[in-house]
């Protein structure tokens, strides 16, 4: 007996620009994601632009606004946001799914390098998210719009699933 083909699904991934969160809802990425329709057959996911909070790792409140203040000023935290869009797919991709990135101002260089790390290095399995910064560091020692090199392709063999 074959197993029944599951259903192809849209997975979503909406990245705002700087100072951008869905509370404005003045961008086109915002709009997407409020008009986007979200069940089983299409997952959206939504990240505010750099700039919009402090970073993950900040405790103090001085912390957290100067890490706020350098996303404004020069786009500190865009690699957390590329890591967890990256770290979403991962986790709700399955094979044949169809992936469609957004983004604005910021947003827009982070959807950029999110697609060219899913074209060079693959996308991880699920349950293998502590390797995110390996997959990131792997994009970054490739560069942009290079080809699957040969780390890659020996870590594809283990870990990647796209």
Same mark, same amino acid.
Not at 26 to 43: C, E, F, G, H, P
Not at 55 to 75: D, E, F, H, S, Y
Not at 117 to 134: A, C, D, F
């Given at each position: 007996?074959? #197993?029944? +083909?599951? %259903?192809?699904?849209?997975?979503?991934?909406?990245?705002?620009?700087?100072?951008?969160?869905?509370?404005?809802?003045?961008?086109?990425?915002?709009?997407?994601?409020?008009?986007?329709?979200?069940?089983?057959?299409?997952?959206?996911?939504?990240?505010? &632009?750099? /700039?919009?909070? /402090?970073?993950?790792?900040?405790?103090?409140?001085?912390? $957290?606004?100067?890490?706020?203040?350098?996303?404004?000023?020069? &786009?500190?935290?865009? $690699?957390?946001?590329? #890591? #967890?869009?990256? +770290?979403?797919?991962?986790?709700?991709?399955? $094979?044949?799914?169809?992936?469609?990135?957004? /983004?604005?101002?910021?947003?827009?260089?982070?959807?950029?390098?999110?697609?060219?790390?899913?074209?060079?290095?693959?996308?991880?399995?699920? &349950? +293998? #998210?502590?390797?995110?910064?390996?997959?990131?560091?792997?994009?970054?020692? %490739?560069?942009?719009?290079?080809?699957?090199?040969?780390?890659? $392709?020996?870590?594809?063999?283990?870990?990647?699933?796209?």
């Amino acid at each position: 007996m074959t #197993e029944p +083909t599951p %259903a192809v699904r849209n997975l979503v991934v909406c990245l705002d620009g700087t100072n951008n969160e869905p509370e404005t809802g003045t961008t086109n990425v915002a709009r997407i994601y409020d008009l986007a329709q979200k069940n089983a057959s299409q997952l959206v996911y939504y990240d505010p &632009g750099v /700039g919009t909070m /402090g970073a993950r790792g900040a405790v103090t409140r001085i912390g $957290k606004a100067l890490t706020r203040v350098a996303g404004l000023l020069v &786009g500190y935290g865009i $690699k957390d946001n590329i #890591e #967890e869009a990256y +770290t979403w797919l991962s986790r709700n991709y399955q $094979k044949g799914d169809r992936i469609y990135v957004f /983004g604005f101002s910021r947003g827009a260089y982070t959807a950029r390098a999110l697609t060219g790390m899913l074209h060079t290095v693959g996308l991880l399995r699920p &349950g +293998t #998210e502590n390797l995110v910064p390996y997959a990131v560091k792997l994009y970054a020692q %490739a560069g942009p719009g290079a080809e699957a090199g040969p780390n890659a $392709k020996d870590a594809e063999k283990k870990f990647w699933t796209l």
